[in-house]
């Protein structure tokens, strides 16, 4: 699942425009939760999911945490914003303090 989050990195070897696909998904979009919420096998070399230049529409993949992004990030900057929230969660647990 959190593989969908990594798509929209600066390291991921697909096209901006698909990345931009990604950004845009929301979970307001009651499309995109059926999608997710009942997944079908994703066969990459099939005809559905590709474009006109033959590129794999990742978009059609994507998780939930894929609209958890709002912008294009390095993996650095994705892996710190996710420990950073989980030390916050963490910080306001009361029994985690002494």
Do not use: Q
């Not at 995109?32 to 006109?52: I, Q």
């Not at 989980?86 to 303090?97: D, F, Q, V």
Request: net charge negative; glycine share 4%; with cysteine.
């Amino acid at each position: 699942m959190m593989g969908s989050a990594l798509i929209p990195t600066r390291e991921c070897p697909i096209s901006d425009e698909y990345k931009k696909k990604i950004l845009n998904l929301r979970l307001e979009d009651a499309e995109f939760r059926k999608r997710v919420l009942t997944p079908v096998h994703f066969d990459m070399n099939a005809d559905r999911g590709r474009s006109a230049s033959n590129e794999t529409d990742w978009s059609e993949a994507a998780s939930f945490s894929a609209a958890e992004m709002d912008r294009i990030v390095s993996v650095k900057e994705l892996i710190e914003s996710i420990t950073d929230g989980a030390e916050e969660i963490l910080g306001r647990w009361l029994m985690l303090k002494d």
